[in-house]
């Protein structure tokens, strides 16, 4: 996925940023050949490693903690811990009741879907405009991975939330031929709702972890960004991934899912199934956070798989923090027991660092499970 460097400190980048000069040679040195569903045979390049191959039913499914936004007002400690548990665990959990109609999550799908649908000759027209807002990265434009995902994706840096509104959408929409005003105003108020659920989870993870509860409010200042996710159906699922295993590096993820099984996650070096609930939203924790909590909260490892029957659709809704923020802890995370983990870092410092490594070590998998580069700024 290529993805080009955040033009300045209010925007985000969605996973995976690479340089924009690297982008525009990939895409400009390479014939672009997308839509692997007519692949009969999984071309080499495609192929995972052995001890990376799996198949969903291999795996058991892993109970995810739910989080009922609806218990906010009575039982809001109770959901603070809950929230902060699964955090230290590195688990996702599963957000019920958050802010987000239904109809909005449904209308939404539908017409990601519709994207997707769209000719491979369409969306290769969409593919690698450096300085884009909006652009469409399809599963053979990530060459300098390891090995390629089994995905096409459409990125949306939507800048910072505060600043959101329908003429944002219109431009991070104005290559989307098939998105009208209808689907414009829905995506507008559907990033209305995220933002007043992103507030109520910032609040809750504040307090359990003992600060104010407005101690992380500045995230919304922040840039957001969507990834929609199309995993095309696969002769040979096995042999590939949709994604690989990967932490993602921002602050804070979403995730819609269709009602498509095959996202998993590592717990304790064990791989999970982690099952697809519709009209929820599924959160985790990403590498930022990790960092600014003093490695209290863990960066979420996760990997998606596909199947040969039913293709899958996602949108990953990635929440990033101000590049100027300090990455330091507070200090109420910190005692004798609990020394400084990282040293004094800015996020923009982090981003430069990731990109860095992916480009240096491309063939280094680590790197995208943020281990590498978290490791950078140890003490
Ligand atoms: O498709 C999914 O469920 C997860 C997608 C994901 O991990 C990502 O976009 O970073
Ligand atoms: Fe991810």
Request: hydrophobic share 40%.
């Amino acid at each position: 996925m290529t993805i080009p460097e955040p033009p300045d400190s209010s925007t985000v980048t969605t996973e995976n940023p690479d340089s924009y000069e690297k982008s525009k040679t990939a895409v400009s040195q390479q014939p672009v050949q997308l839509g692997v569903e007519q692949v009969d045979e999984i071309p080499e390049k495609w192929k995972v490693s052995p001890e990376n191959r799996a198949v969903t039913s291999a795996f058991e499914f892993i109970d995810v903690p739910a989080i009922d936004l609806s218990l906010m007002e009575t039982d809001r400690a109770e959901l603070a811990r809950k929230l902060r548990d699964a955090a230290t665990r590195g688990h996702f959990c599963r957000i019920v009741n958050h802010d987000v109609p239904l109809e909005l999550m449904k209308e939404i799908e539908i017409q990601g879907k519709k994207f997707f649908g769209q000719s491979i000759e369409v969306k290769s027209e969409l593919v690698g405009r450096g300085d884009a807002v909006a652009y469409y990265t399809g599963n053979n434009t990530t060459e300098w991975r390891h090995s390629l995902h089994w995905a096409e994706s459409f990125a949306m840096l939507l800048g910072p939330w505060n600043t959101v509104d329908l003429d944002v959408v219109k431009k991070c929409t104005a290559i989307w031929v098939t998105a009208d005003d209808e689907f414009r105003k829905a995506f507008l108020k559907y990033l209305i709702c995220l933002k007043s659920t992103t507030e109520k989870i910032l609040q809750l993870f504040a307090e359990g972890l003992g600060l104010k509860s407005d101690f992380y409010s500045s995230v919304l200042e922040a840039g957001i960004a969507a990834r929609w996710n199309y995993y095309p159906v696969c002769p040979e699922p096995d042999e590939v991934l949709g994604a690989h295993s990967h932490t993602d590096p921002q602050f804070l993820t979403f995730i819609q899912q269709d009602q498509v099984d095959g996202l998993q996650v590592q717990l304790d070096g064990q791989w999970y199934n982690v099952e697809t609930v519709g009209g929820t939203l599924l959160m985790s924790i990403s590498d930022l956070f990790q960092i600014w909590t003093n490695g209290l909260f863990k960066s979420v490892l996760h990997r998606v798989l596909v199947n040969r029957d039913v293709p899958r659709f996602s949108i990953a809704w990635v929440i990033s923090v101000v590049h100027k923020q300090d990455l330091a802890p507070p200090e109420e995370l910190i005692d004798e027991k609990h020394p400084r983990v990282y040293r004094d870092l800015t996020a923009m410092e982090y981003f430069q660092t990731m990109m860095t490594s992916r480009l240096e070590k491309a063939t280094d998998p680590r790197v995208f499970n943020g281990q590498t580069i978290i490791d950078n700024f140890r003490i």
